[in-house]
């Protein structure tokens, strides 16, 4: 394993599309949503490192999870788990891995990831992740993995690449990023043959995605290149709460990626998914011979097809007459929710939050 290359899984979101099994406290990250015996954080380490060496695997999350990443990953050292005191979107923490990885290791490449995405094929996931902290290393690139489409989802961003400039066995230009699209447009995109899926898996070199931030982002580059004679010491903790409050929040695709031009992208098919919702994870569970997924042991049904249903271990459910439902039982939360209808999970938050206040978000 190469000792200059270094992974760092983001595991700081709120997962709040999951609801109500997803909770502040405790969000999907953190959750075996498919019922695999791995949580979803547990899922990612494993899968990085088949080819990252251990101590050069670093988690980043919020100071409120610190406590649940050790107890999930025993194995990681303290040190690589790295507390954000606030959220501010992905941009902030790139810099701030990048700045830290600089200091201690002026070869530094770098991968940065999700935590809570579904990767079926690891190894051809770990041959292109490793072909592209290559290609990064080698030609000054800021590299993504881009997902080739399947049907035309309005969930994903897009990535448009250009088909003449393969490089390196392919390897290929950017030409656009666009955000989720409406169905019209996605369907437009599949057809056309030169867009990909944005999986938020991002791969470079510290010294040129600092670069990219020193070009695109300059007052935030400033704000991390003032302290880094403070990453890696005792006053690391402290140098973050003087940064973190000056940074604009804003995700590292708008920051970077959509303004740099020396970016590139892999086409890639390893199974992959982002398990963003509920229907996501229905997708990828096992169904039985009436298209229902269940997890849970104790779950009765009657003329019950196309439903996903998700139940607490001590409780039976019976159920009678659903079709195309998510049915997701918690300790102190039922949500019943017609399948077309999951985007409204914020919605129903924001109506729980203003009736009934913080107690079951």
């Known amino acids: 394993m190469n000792k200059h290359n270094y992974v760092a ?28 015996g791995e949580t979803l954080i547990q899922s990612a380490y494993k899968r990085y490192a088949s080819f990252i060496k251990p101590e050069n695997i670093y988690i980043i999350t919020s100071d409120e999870y610190v406590d649940i990443v050790k107890e999930q990953l025993p194995q990681l050292n303290t040190e690589n788990i790295l507390a954000e005191p606030s959220r501010k ?17 002026p070869e530094a490449s770098l991968i940065v990831a999700p935590s809570d995405h579904l ?6 996931f770990k041959k292109l992740s490793l072909q592209a902290l290559e290609f990064a290393k080698n030609n000054n690139a800021l590299v993504t993995l881009g997902i080739k489409p399947t049907y035309p989802n309005t969930g994903y961003g897009y990535i448009q690449y250009d088909l003449g400039t393969v490089q390196d066995d392919n ?9 989720k699209p409406d169905l019209e447009l996605a369907q437009t995109f599949l057809a056309s043959g030169d867009f990909l899926w944005n999986a938020g898996i991002f791969i470079w070199t510290a010294k040129d995605v600092l670069a990219a931030f020193e070009q695109f982002q300059p007052e935030m580059y400033e704000l991390f290149a003032a302290e880094k004679e403070n990453f ?11 940064i973190y409050p000056l940074c604009v929040s804003i995700s590292i695709d708008y920051a970077i990626m959509e303004k740099a031009e020396n970016v590139y992208v892999i086409p890639a098919d390893f199974g992959w998914s982002d398990l963003g919702t ?12 009436k298209g229902n997924a269940i997890t849970g042991e104790h779950v009765i049904t009657f003329d019950v097809e196309n439903t996903m249903i998700s139940s607490e271990e001590n409780k039976l459910l019976v159920l009678q007459g659903l079709e195309d439902f998510i049915v997701v039982d918690t300790k102190d939360v039922l949500l019943v929710c017609k399948k077309d209808k ?17 107690r079951y978000l």
């Open 278 to 289: 509920w229907n996501s994870a229905y997708t990828n569970l096992e169904k039985d011979k």
């Open 342 to 358: 999951e985007q409204q999970v914020k919605e129903f938050l924001a109506e729980v939050k203003k009736k009934k206040g913080d």
């Open 9 to 36: 899984i983001l595991a700081g979101g709120l997962g709040t599309r999951f609801w109500p099994k997803s909770r502040a406290s405790f969000p999907k990250q953190f959750l075996d949503i498919l019922g695999t």
């Open 232 to 242: 890696n010491t005792p006053e690391e903790k402290n140098a973050l709460q003087r």
């Open 89 to 105: 979107n992905t941009a902030p923490c790139v810099a701030y891995i990048a700045s830290k990885l600089l200091q201690e290791d």
């Open 171 to 179: 390897v290929y230009e950017v030409k656009t990023f666009t955000e």
């Open 119 to 124: 990767v079926i094929d690891v190894n051809i």
